[in-house]
């Protein structure tokens, strides 16, 4: 199975701060990659499909960038809404495997 | 609007079983492919198990296979999760989530998902 790496595991930040998560996954999953927002006690929500592409409804100051094997999310001038866990996720197999995670906390 | 509702976790003991159901509303059930995802407490999200919009294609994460099966009745807008052999460590919230439409690609992400629901397995 691919595995997915997330780095940082912990992010603190401002309101204002521009942020970046990097994800690697363990083989080329050309552009097969999604990230989600979660917060406490609610379900996963899509940010971005494949590498860059933004889901409906979701802010411009998200966007992604990468292929291959190493992607990135950036949150530019990060929002209170935004402090919340992220997940990269590759969809190039069957087998949907996750990052496990980077939690963006308030500085 | 597009609405999924799991239910049937609970508690149950190591060796049992259980049931998962995930009720779908607001979109063309059988035109999607669905998906069950856990999340042990204070843990990242673990994909479980995924099957196409008509049944051809199931498939597991490689630790659950012989132990879970996922299966789906397009007439009644629902895809299911059967566990057995149930361990400590499956305790978790599972959510079904529905893979999107995003173009010709057979495999997608997960574009809506429900509240999930909580499995604790514990003598």
């Known amino acids: 199975d691919i595995q997915m790496t997330q780095s940082p595991s912990t992010l603190s930040a401002s309101v204002g701060d521009s942020v970046t998560i990097t994800c690697r996954a363990s083989?080329?999953?050309?552009?097969?990659l999604a990230w989600y927002q979660q917060k406490p006690g609610k379900a996963p929500k899509l940010l971005i499909y494949?590498?860059?592409s933004l889901e409906s409804g979701v802010p411009s100051r998200f966007s992604g960038s990468g292929s291959g094997t190493e992607f990135t999310l950036t949150i530019s001038s990060l929002q209170p809404d935004d402090f919340a866990t992220y997940y990269c996720q590759q969809y190039s197999t069957w087998e949907k495997g996750f990052g496990q995670g980077t939690k963006v906390e308030i500085k | 609007e597009v609405q999924l509702a799991e239910s049937g976790g609970g508690l149950v003991k190591p060796g049992g079983s259980l049931r998962l159901s995930c009720a779908a509303s607001?979109?063309?059930?059988?035109?999607?492919?669905m998906n069950w995802v856990r999340q042990a407490p204070g843990k990242g999200l673990e994909w479980v198990a995924s099957i196409s919009s008509r049944s051809n294609y199931i498939y597991y994460e490689d630790s659950l296979k012989g132990r879970f099966t996922i299966s789906r009745d397009n007439a009644k807008n629902s895809v299911f999760l059967q566990m057995n052999s149930l361990r400590a460590e499956d305790t978790a919230v599972y959510y079904c989530?529905?893979?999107?439409?995003?173009?010709?690609?057979?495999?997608?992400?997960?574009?809506?998902w429900g509240q999930g629901t909580l499995v604790t397995v514990s003598s």
């Open positions: 494949k590498t860059s």
């Open positions: 083989q080329s999953i050309d552009n097969w």
């Open positions: 607001g979109f063309t059930f059988s035109s999607y492919g």
């Open positions: 989530a529905r893979e999107g439409d995003f173009g010709v690609v057979i495999i997608n992400p997960f574009d809506r």
